[in-house]
């Protein structure tokens, strides 16, 4: 046996809703993403699995990525768009994954994919958008004469939003980075409870106000949600779901070239959104920070970049080891080097 076939994947868990495995609550893993070599969909299994295409040549990538949501809930699935996309309702949680576009056409595709998903979200009475994550293969590239496929892509997905009327309060959280797939895929969460709040960062131009040098139609996404959990009986915890973040300040680049002041930037980034410093948040729960966050995907363009990043993160940033899942893809800026996103499971309890 070779020696990677004995490594173990790495695991990480996020929750649909519902209380924490820590509260008691009993969880089912209802989805698993396996980032690594392929992309596929197998709705046969349980849980069902997705895989998406995040390693290159250079950097392997095996992270499995767990899904849960309660025992008690209802569960029904099924597809949407001839099964190009499939879903997982659990009572007042849904999850979309599948296909958000096609090589072919990207605008309109992607326009279509989202179309569906927020037509669907809408018959189901699903009102809150949470988190989405958007893996787009040749990110950067331009084809003969036309834009970027990135903002191909925005076209698609901020024109499905408009026709819905979702305004640009209601965006989630989200990630749209490079992969190695042949389509764009992805998955996204909803929910029909109350107590999301999406958050911007005053250190950053809101992402679909980002001027039209960077595409004709803005990033349809908010730097992160937070969900209070008001409902005694499931933990009276907090949830925050951190969107790829790099280094922009206002609408720009900062730091083109540079990957440990790109690093550093957006690691500042990271800690003035989430703080109590942020007006949004300085009312919402317990303070968080840093050390809160149960994991970070860490995207980077060079492979040759890959020891700095690691070295500043747990150095600098005294982010444990265990906590990085690296991926070395691009993004959706040229001049963007490196991208973190992450989660917070459970910040602990919100005050009375
Ligand atoms: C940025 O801040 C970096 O298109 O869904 C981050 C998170 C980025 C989500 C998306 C893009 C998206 O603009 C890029």
């Not at 519902?18 to 509260?23: D, E, H, I, K």
Request: hydrophobic share 35%; aromatic share 10%.
């Amino acid at each position: 046996m070779t020696s990677e076939a004995m490594t173990r994947p790495q695991e990480i868990e996020y929750r649909l809703g519902g209380a924490p495995a820590a509260l008691g609550g009993a969880q089912d893993c209802v989805f698993q993403v396996h980032y690594g070599r392929a992309d596929f969909v197998d709705v046969s299994t349980s849980p069902a699995r997705m895989g998406i295409a995040m390693q290159s040549d250079g950097c392997p990538v095996d992270l499995v990525e767990n899904w849960y949501g309660d025992s008690s809930a209802e569960k029904s699935t099924g597809s949407i768009l001839d099964g190009q996309l499939h879903y997982i309702e659990l009572g007042n949680e849904i999850l979309y994954f599948g296909e958000l576009g096609r090589f072919e056409d990207v605008e309109a595709s992607s326009y279509q994919s989202y179309n569906a998903i927020l037509d669907s979200l809408q018959q189901k009475g699903f009102h809150t958008l949470v988190r989405s994550w958007n893996f787009i293969p040749q990110i950067n590239h331009s084809p003969d004469g036309a834009i970027e496929i990135y903002q191909q892509f925005c076209k698609g997905r901020a024109l499905a939003f408009d026709a819905r009327g979702i305004d640009e309060f209601q965006l989630p959280a989200a990630t749209g980075i490079g992969s190695y797939a042949t389509a764009i895929t992805g998955y996204l969460i909803a929910s029909k409870r109350a107590g999301y709040l999406h958050v911007e960062n005053p250190l950053q131009s809101p992402a679909y106000k980002y001027p039209p040098k960077f595409g004709p139609k803005s990033p349809s996404f908010a730097r992160g949600t937070l969900h209070l959990e008001s409902d005694p009986g499931r933990g009276r915890g907090t949830r925050f779901f951190l969107s790829g973040t790099a280094s922009i300040r206002g609408a720009e680049t900062m730091w083109p070239g540079d990957v440990r002041r790109q690093l550093n930037t957006l690691m500042e980034n990271i800690r003035y959104l989430i703080s109590d410093e942020n007006p949004q948040l300085a009312q919402q729960g317990p303070a968080m920070n840093l050390a809160d966050f149960d994991h970070f995907k860490v995207y980077f363009r060079h492979a040759k970049d890959y020891d700095i990043i690691r070295r500043l993160l747990l150095e600098d940033w005294q982010i444990p080891a265990e906590k990085l899942h690296f991926m070395n893809v691009d993004i959706c800026r040229s001049d963007l080097l490196v991208e973190l996103e992450g989660c917070i499971n459970d910040t602990g309890p919100v005050e009375a």
